[in-house]
């Protein structure tokens, strides 16, 4: 009896998995809330999966926005799913993508809690690594880089972190 209630409890796990990825294969654009307004977003599904999604008309910050623009996507595709992380720096952007394309998911006939619960991230555990520099200089504004500069010049070895995508601060 365990083994067939095991057996019917897998089949239904892939019945369910099977319908996640079910779509009326086509391109769908929608749209999500981006940091400043409107993200367009066309998305190309085939019956069984999302082959391709491309970003349209918006009104996002070049620079920070673009790698947003693409990582969301490619994570998207590469897992099959909504569960993927945003990009830190263009979160709001990650965001307004995600919202476009679950609701070309819908508009596909998708099973967007499916998606969503999909794909969960494992967490990764990082070997730890020893870095060793001169100087470490936390800050890559107009300060940060002179001083980087300064003691590159002097012989040291130095490390710039910025936390954003670009440098030059205010």
């Known amino acids: 009896m ?14 369910m998995a099977a319908s996640a990825l079910a779509y009326t294969a086509g391109d ?17 599904f085939e ?10 008309a918006h009104a996002e910050t070049p ?11 490619a994570a998207i595709i590469a897992g099959q799913t909504l569960n993927v992380d945003v990009v830190a720096g263009a979160t709001f952007t990650s965001k307004g993508i995600l919202e476009a394309v679950e609701a070309a998911v819908v508009l596909a006939g998708g099973d ?15 070997e730890d690594e ?17 001083a980087a500069s300064e003691a590159k010049d002097a012989g040291a070895s130095v490390l710039l972190l910025e ?4 440098m030059g601060g205010n």
Do not use: H, R, W
């Open 2 to 15: 365990k083994k067939l209630f095991s057996l019917i409890l897998a089949l239904c796990m892939l019945c």
């Open 28 to 44: 769908y654009t929608a749209t999500g809330a981006g940091l400043n307004g409107p993200i367009e977003v066309t998305v190309t």
């Open 47 to 56: 019956a069984d999966k999302i082959a391709d999604i491309k970003i349209g």
């Open 63 to 73: 620079g920070i926005s673009d790698p947003a623009f693409a990582k969301v996507p």
């Open 112 to 126: 967007v809690e499916a998606l969503k619960a999909s794909g969960a991230a494992e967490a990764v555990k990082a």
């Open 130 to 146: 020893v870095l060793t520099y001169d100087v470490v200089v936390i800050g890559g504004g107009a300060a940060g880089i002179a």
């Open 163 to 166: 936390k954003q995508a670009g």
